[in-house]
């Protein structure tokens, strides 16, 4: 059973925009060699393993590449 409440784990504060700042965090997650491509790749991968362990390891890898 899971219980979901939608909260910040560290309280923030913006003052300020940085648009700089911004397109850098969102190429790690969005490029071609961010987060979201590798744990998609790792994901994809998985099905194409022989057994289960190997299985399992992707899919750990590729659920770990989504943590902040």
């Given at each position: 059973m899971y219980y979901?409440?939608?909260s910040l784990q560290y309280p923030i504060n913006i003052?300020?925009?940085d648009p700089k700042m911004a397109q850098t965090i969102i190429s790690q997650y969005g490029g071609p060699d961010?987060?979201?491509a590798a744990s998609?790749?790792?994901l994809s991968?998985?099905?194409g393993m022989p057994d289960q362990k190997?299985?399992?390891v992707l899919n750990?890898?590729?659920?770990?590449?989504?943590a902040p």
């Open positions: 979901y409440v939608k003052k300020r925009r961010g987060e979201l998609l790749r790792y991968q998985r099905f190997s299985k399992a750990d890898i590729g659920t770990e590449e989504f």
